[in-house]
């Protein structure tokens, strides 16, 4: 199938525009003979189609989506493809979270960055695995900048990507490490994307480590400096708005899970012990999809602070929880027949299961709401 460039409409939302993207996807999926294959001509179609720039303003060239319409947008690529949801929500919560810094806090500094997003269809790429509160890698001060020593791990999207928006932790004497914050061009000499991701699933992310050795980031280019090992205001705002679109993607893994489990079990003569599988699959998912929904309901409120994190961090908590629940009970319900690679089951029971390791796990998640609870500080909780 040739690249729609049509697909870009005004008139077409993202979710409807992955909607028609999607079966391709699948196909191309269910085809594959090495799932360690990145999904390189996916992501060349989610750009040809207007989904780079979805989450852009109107008024800066782009789609104009919020992130309810981004999050259905994930959800969709993830029923069809887990994979491709998965990379693509790391370029999409990238591209959020400067659209709500520049709706909500009038920062005209991201403009742009946006304005080239939409202009030239550039892909983000997020180092969240390796840059979460402690920071990784070495800022180290030279003259006119910074030169960065740094291995990025979990670097979704890494083969296909313009731009790697991660940090390195500056450490002075007599003061205490920083954290700072800026982009790096892929196609820098200095950087360079290692051949590490194989993994159980989630296959074709091409969630690579990258390796960056001497690339110099001018101080101009340091979008923000914050204290190693501790929660910033502007961790508030990237946790809140990011979470409910990457776990979007597991929601929708787990609904082709049960459209698929459904297919299969009304093959044969259906027992009580089927149905009483269905019913705990069905509990499940609907647990997924209201813990997700209250995800999205801490973005509305427009506020990012501790008390949002605790809230998106328990949604983020109970859609891993139930959605992995639901894709092993569709597992049980498909019985053997969902055991053959063919029936596509095993490729959703292994992408499900990368919902366990984003922050917060399970260990943190229940000691920042238990802190919450009891009044505790939580800058340190992470």
Known sequence: MTINTALKTTARTASEIASDLGPVFAERA???TDEDRYVAENIAMLKASGLVEAGVP????????DVDELAAMLRTLGYHCGSTGLAFSMHTHQVAIPTWRWKHQKAAAVEPLLKRIASERILLLSSGGSDWIDGSGKAEKVEGGYRITA??????GAPSGDLLMTGAVLEEAGQPPMVLHFGIPMNSPHVKVLDT?????????????VQIDGHVVPTSAVALQRKAGE?????HMIGTIAFPLVYAVYLGVAESARDLAIELAKRKTVSRHAIDLAGRMETELTAARLAHESMLAAVRRNA???????????GRQLVARHAIAAVEYAMELGGG???YRSAGLERRFRDIQAARYHPLQAG????YAGSMALGLPVDRVF
């Not at 291995?151 to 979704?156: I, N």
């Not at 990012?304 to 328990?314: E, F, G, H, K, L």
């Open 151 to 156: 291995r990025k791990v979990f670097t979704s």
């Open 231 to 235: 929660w910033h205001a502007a961790f």
């Open 304 to 314: 990012p602070s501790a008390d949002t994190i605790n809230s998106v961090m328990i």
């Open 30 to 32: 269910n085809a594959t």
């Open 337 to 339: 027949a969902g055991f």
């Open 58 to 65: 109107v008024e800066l060239g782009g789609g104009g989506a």
């Open 197 to 209: 991701w194989h993994a159980l699933g989630m296959r074709g992310t091409g969630s690579h480590d």
């Open 364 to 367: 943190p998640q229940a000691e």
